[in-house]
């Protein structure tokens, strides 16, 4: 038995007609069907979800009330490091094989400046090693297994290497600077040089 929509009698199925009222028992044609049993109408303002949206996993838990999306980093955040890592030696191979040098001119400039004094480094690094080992055979004597220094000459390459070294952190820190200050400034002596291009 089927129940009148308007008065609430019972009627057979297939009844056209409302026995008790004399109402339709199906809706007209093009009429919406009446809501299923314990149908509840949505609040006020709801919005159907957009097309492709998908019900939350099981377990899912609504962030806390205030809570804010963390903010995406800035594009100037990530030059930045880029820029810093090439003057640290062997990290000159961040920003170049990753390929930010490609997509940030900043970071372009900095990691050509950090490739030429990484090569200097190297370069230093040898010529400093030799020259120390040539120091050490001449200035030097060896008498029953205990060393003496000759003097003055072997001093004074020893601090001539020292201040060479010394050279090369100063340009590291003025690149970083640089690198941190957003300035595109070549750095002294060696700047000019462009392996990048």
């Not at 809706?27 to 609040?43: I, L, S, T, V």
């Not at 880029?82 to 000159?92: C, D, F, N, Q, T």
């Not at 400039?109 to 480094?121: E, K, M, P, R, S």
Request: hydrophobic share 45%.
């Amino acid at each position: 038995m089927n129940k009148c929509q308007a008065c609430g009698a019972d009627f057979a199925p297939g009844t056209a007609f409302c026995p008790a009222c004399g109402a339709p028992t199906t809706p007209a044609p093009g009429a919406a069907a009446p809501p299923p049993a314990g149908y509840q109408q949505p609040p006020a303002g709801y919005q159907q979800p957009p097309a492709g949206y998908q019900q939350p996993p099981a377990g899912y838990q609504q962030p806390p009330a205030g809570y804010q999306q963390p903010a995406a980093p800035v594009a100037g955040q990530n030059d930045t490091a880029m820029s810093v890592l090439a003057y640290l030696g062997i990290l000159v191979l961040v920003p170049l094989l990753s390929g930010a040098y490609k997509q940030s001119r900043a970071v372009k400039f900095h990691t050509n400046q950090g490739i030429i004094l990484a090569i200097l480094g190297v370069a230093y690094g040898v010529v400093a090693g030799i020259v120390m080992a040539i120091a050490t055979a001449v200035f030097t004597a060896s008498l029953s297994g205990f060393t003496y220094s000759r003097g003055a000459g072997y001093s004074l390459v020893m601090g001539l290497i020292w201040l060479l070294s010394l050279g090369i952190l100063v340009l590291v820190i003025i690149g970083i600077v640089n690198a941190v200050q957003g300035k595109e400034k070549p750095l002294p002596l060696i700047g000019k040089f462009q392996i990048l291009k």
